[in-house]
T-cell receptor
Framework: AQSVTQLDSHVSVSEGTPVLLRCNYSSSYSPSLFWYVQHPNKGLQLLLK??????LVKGINGFEAEFKKSETSFHLTKPSAHMSDAAEYFCVVRVNTGGFKTIFGAGTRLFVKA | EAGVAQSPRYKIIEKRQSVAFWCNPI?????LYWYQQILGQGPKLLIQ????????DSQLPKDRFSAERLKGVDSTLKIQPAKLEDSAVYLC?????????????FGPGTRLTVL
């Protein structure tokens, strides 16, 4: 079975400091991995995705993530947080098991302090 | 490019009533998804359509939920009868071809409150 674990339900950082949102997955199949962001009262927006090409993936708004197969991790990072980064972040795994399965993590709420 | 459209944005009903949600995907997208997002949780996939056929409905509570995409374009999700635990945001998404590497584009969602 496939699963996604976001290791922190809440993360709080100060503006201008690095951001680290952690995601671990479990899958018997080679996965595609995604990070989505959800701002209050707005739809989910894709930040970045890994689909078996380069393991370091760069996304929008300065975010990036590294796929580490040995650690089954896909952590999201940003060098310097901005107030506008405050939102809910979801790690998503998709696999082809003969059919396509999509599993969202529970989400991590990012707070950014001035 | 227009995004995924959903209506209504908000709906309040009493338990045992029926409700329907509508979704219009991005033009040309073959795959359409319905998700349920309960407060404080990540979205859960309810059903996935490829054109007008169902690809995956393994997590759809079929005794009360139904969905259709008759012409392979827009889609309707119905709940009949609603229960208190159906209170959630219902998200519609679409993707170009439905491969597991595809990016899904999400609509703004419909917030359902069941009293």
């Amino acid at each position: 079975a496939q699963s996604v674990t976001q290791l922190d339900s809440h993360v709080s950082v100060s503006e201008g400091t690095p951001v680290l949102l952690r995601c671990n997955y479990s899958s018997s199949y080679s996965p595609s991995l995604f990070w989505y962001v959800q701002h209050p009262n707005k739809g989910l927006q894709l930040l970045l995705k890994y689909t078996s090409a380069a393991t370091l993936v760069k996304g929008i708004n300065g975010f990036e993530a590294e796929f580490k197969k040995s650690e089954t991790s896909f952590h999201l990072t940003k060098p310097s947080a901005h107030m506008s980064d405050a939102a809910e972040y979801f790690c998503v795994v998709r696999v082809n098991t003969g059919g396509f399965k999509t599993i969202f993590g529970a989400g991590t709420r990012l707070f950014v302090k001035a | 490019e227009a995004g995924v459209a959903q209506s209504p944005r908000y709906k309040i009903i009493e338990k045992r009533q029926s409700v329907a949600f509508w979704c219009n995907p991005i033009s040309g997208h073959a795959t359409l998804y319905w998700y349920q997002q309960i407060l404080g949780q990540g979205p859960k996939l309810l059903i996935q359509f490829q054109n007008n056929g169902v690809v995956d409905d393994s997590q759809l509570p079929k005794d009360r939920f139904s969905a259709e995409r008759l012409k392979g374009v827009d889609s309707t999700l119905k709940i009949q009868p609603a229960k208190l635990e159906d209170s959630a945001v219902y998200l519609c998404a679409s993707s170009l071809v439905g491969e597991f590497t595809d990016t899904q584009y999400f609509g703004p969602g419909t917030r359902l409150t069941v009293l």
